[in-house]
């Protein structure tokens, strides 16, 4: 062991000369050509009138600062890797004197976390998955808010989350749970002890950019926010030419967005991930022309029935919402979700949809809006183009009639609704040729469970429209059956109708549903005895709409329909009282009746009675049958996703391509929160060897910021792309003539870990007309 010392006089402490003792007690070991006199290049400097320290540099040496006011008690104030980088300390303002050492100890397992952070180098960050965002680095920190200047930067790929670090490492975190952690890091108020983030380095590495993210499960006060971001600049090592931003979470996007003003006053620069998204994001090729109105995606509803948008229009938004309208077309100012429904329900109308990218593009969207245009998104190489043509005084009204009208949506291939002679039957044995009964959804089951009957719900029936037929002939107090009832409302309105009459009308058709409308005691006493004889019992069932206008081969319909959970303890309990005997935290009984008819109301909701109404379909011959199967709650659901699997037999070789967008927990990837950015993954191979296929992370989600996969990389990807393998096998089995086609299939991650399919649809593929010549 040896030390060495030296005193400093240092000015301008508060405006008085201090005598500060800089003691620089160096833990020596025996190394070759190694002596203590390095000690004595640790330097100080002044910033805007408080000290800054740094060293030289130490390899493989963990260095310890700590400071005292009196020489008697020292403290340690930062901890850093192999060389102390100009570390400003804030607090030594409110001292007349302030002591300083620094100790050298040779670096362990355990120092796998820094009080400072180097953006340009690599220590600490995760490694990048794949290109685009997947190629950002992450690395986490912590700040314990009585050492608000202190900032625990941890190895992230070490420990890729915020609460086993925590554990590990800091001080009063060894015994703590999760739920305890989490209240004291992610809400606001007295009880939080804790603020947690991400610093994100830009994914090309030409660009020197890092992004800071606070993470809360609330919105934080926006001056503390920036205390915190101000802390963790002072932290960053920054050559010359860095720029840093701050990009909120989803929780804290709408305060940061209120504060921008203060938060600019601050130094603080507020932006999103988009700004490293180098290029267009095409979700559905295709063409519209039409007027270009933008609406902010909260406001699309509220627009629309007031008139502002029209459902003939092309729509440009911030966010894109969870449910939209089926209108001409859409343009997108924020990256959306590759594989929701309503990219799935373009695709199959071949509806332009895409993210628009860059200042520049969205300078010329913004200059058209108001204006008729025709919009053409492209898709060519892996690249999305996007062409906005003005069409202002260049079309005559003939030509302009003749360009609308070859885009209005064909008649659609629908199979009519027939008797099965049953109110339900079981689903393994079905296949499409059962949708006239029960439906696509339900129909297209039968594949899954006859391929992977481990890795689907089960048990699993289905309702069939016989029962469907039968609730709609029960006659209301009025004395019209309740079908005739849902004629006299609708059966008038022809496509585009008045959006706010066309509400009225739907909705007063739903109350008659879920409050007016029941079933008789023999229908009640039909599926009582089929939910029992099917198995159910003792947790919640889900009834999921299957409608014979979706998951057809020509139609898709993803997103229009809804389904419901409801307890079958709860209607054999002999009383009308809650709480559930499912769900104690339930204060009704939500039993499945009242699932049942709530799933019936959907039939009728807007953009479902807007889409076949488009169509010109013929109400009479469809309906809603119901898939029922155990319902999985969300504290189970540990990932959930969509898949596109397509497959390309010409030529005597299978070539199979997958793109799988995954997203944690329940949050939903089908209609997502445009805030939460899902995961995506690509991959492909040949014949039925999906061992050779190449996983690729393309972009990761915004809810694992450390930019690991949402599932086990690599084995769950794989357990689930054998499993796509598997069913779309026997879905070539069924049609052996199919050469070229799609599939659209819906995964859940469930505790303790165990991948699933849950749906299965053919993704229509329209014939493209090739757009308009504008003269």
């Known amino acids: 062991m040896c030390s060495r010392q030296m005193e400093m006089t240092i000015h301008g402490l508060r ?41 030289e540099d130490w390899p493989g040496y963990r260095l310890v600062l700590e400071q005292s006011d009196s020489l008697a008690n020292w403290e340690e104030t930062a901890r850093v890797r192999s060389r102390l980088r100009p570390y400003v ?101 007295v009880n939080q002890h804790m603020a947690i983030g991400t610093v994100m380095r830009a994914p090309d590495p030409q660009v020197r950019e890092v992004g800071i993210e606070i993470v809360g499960a609330e919105p934080f006060p926006i001056e503390q926010v920036a205390d915190w971001i101000e802390a963790v600049q002072r932290r960053l090592v920054l050559e010359d030419g860095w720029r840093t931003f701050y990009i909120p979470s989803a929780e804290q996007r709408a305060a940061a967005e209120a504060g921008a003003t203060f938060l600019a006053a601050r130094g603080i620069a507020l932006d999103s991930l988009s700004r490293w998204v180098s290029g267009n994001a095409g979700y559905s090729p295709g063409w519209a022309f039409g007027k270009l109105v933008f609406v902010p995606g909260a406001e699309v509803s509220d627009a629309l029935g007031a008139g502002r948008l029209n459902l003939m229009d092309i729509l440009v938004t911030d966010y894109v919402p969870a449910e939209l309208p089926v209108l001409a077309g859409y343009l997108a100012l924020e990256p959306a979700t590759p594989n929701s429904h309503l990219a799935l329900l373009a695709r199959s109308l071949a509806l332009p949809f895409a993210y628009a990218s860059g200042a520049g593009l969205q300078a010329e969207i913004a200059s058209l809006y108001g204006k008729e245009v025709l919009l053409v998104v492209e898709e060519t190489n892996g690249e999305c183009r996007i062409t906005l043509t003005d069409t202002t005084g260049l079309l005559t009204p003939e ?56 890795d689907t719900p089960t048990p699993v ?25 849902i004629d006299s409302r609708l059966g008038s309105y022809t496509y585009p109708p008045d959006v706010n009459s066309l509400r009225t009308n739907l909705a007063a058709i739903q109350i008659l549903f879920t409050d007016v409308a029941d079933f008789d005691a023999g229908q009640r006493a039909d599926i009582l005895a089929a939910l029992q004889a099917a198995g159910f019992g003792g947790r919640k069932i889900r009834f999921r709409s299957s409608t014979n206008v979706e998951d057809a081969e020509s139609f898709s319909g993803a997103g229009l329909y809804d389904s419901y959970s409801g ?41 479902a009675f807007l889409e076949r109404l488009r169509h010109g379909v013929d109400e009479s011959i469809v309906g809603m049958a119901i898939l029922v199967h155990y319902s999985a709650p969300d504290p189970d659901e540990m990932a959930n996703g969509v898949a596109l699997l397509a497959i390309d037999k010409t030529g005597g070789v299978r070539r199979a391509s997958a793109k799988i967008v995954t997203q944690l927990g329940a949050e939903s990837v089908t209609n997502p929160d445009p805030s939460k950015r899902p995961e995506t993954v690509t991959t492909a191979y040949t014949g039925t060897n999906t061992a ?64 699933g399919l849950k749906q299965i649809r053919a993704v229509p593929h329209p014939v493209p007309v090739p757009p308009p010549e504008i003269p």
């Open 89 to 189: 300390d804030v607090a030594a303002s409110h001292h007349a004197a302030r002591f300083y050492r620094l100790a050298a100890t040779a670096l362990q397992s355990s120092d796998d976390w820094s009080n400072q952070l180097i953006p340009s180098g690599g220590e600490l960050f995760t490694p990048g998955f794949g290109s685009g965002l997947a190629a950002i680095r992450f690395a986490k920190f912590s700040i314990l808010l009585d050492q608000p200047d202190r900032i625990y930067f941890q190895d992230s790929a070490k420990w890729p989350y915020h609460y086993h670090f925590a554990v590990a490492r800091l001080p009063g975190y060894a015994e703590m749970s999760v739920l305890e952690y989490d209240a004291q890091a992610l809400f606001p108020g």
């Open 399 to 454: 030509r302009r009639q003749e360009i609308l009208d070859s885009k209005k949506g064909g008649t659609l291939d629908i199979t009519p609704k027939a008797a099965a002679g049953t109110n339900s039957l079981p689903v393994d044995p079905l296949t499409p040729a059962s949708i006239c009964y029960v439906g696509g959804k339900a129909a297209n089951f039968g594949f899954l469970r006859r391929s992977l009957p481990d």
């Open 15 to 55: 405006g008085h000369t201090g005598r500060v003792l800089l003691i620089l007690g160096f833990s020596c070991v025996a190394l070759s050509g190694a002596g203590s006199g390095r000690a004595e290049n640790m330097a100080i400097a002044w910033q805007n009138g408080v000290p800054s320290l740094a060293s």
């Open 692 to 755: 050779e296929a190449v996983l690729t992370l393309v972009e990761t989600s915004s809810l694992t910021t450390n930019g690991a996969p949402v599932m086990p990389w690599e084995d769950d990807y794989r357990i689930l792309l054998d499993q796509l393998d598997t069913v779309t096998h026997a879905y070539e089995d069924y049609y052996p003539a199919k050469s070229v086609f799609e599939l659209d299939f819906e995964f859940k991650r469930l505790v303790p870990g165990d991948v």
């Open 567 to 607: 307890c079958l303890e709860d209607d054999l309990d002999g009383d009308n009282s809650g709480p559930s005997l499912c769900d104690p935290a339930e204060p009704k009984e939500r039993g499945v009746f009242r699932a049942i008819r709530k799933v019936y109301a959907g039939f009728f909701n807007e953009n």
């Open 461 to 485: 029936i289905a309702f069939t429209f016989d029962l469907w037929d039968a609730y709609l002939a029960q006659t209301l107090p009025g004395g019209k059956t309740l079908g005739a009832e």
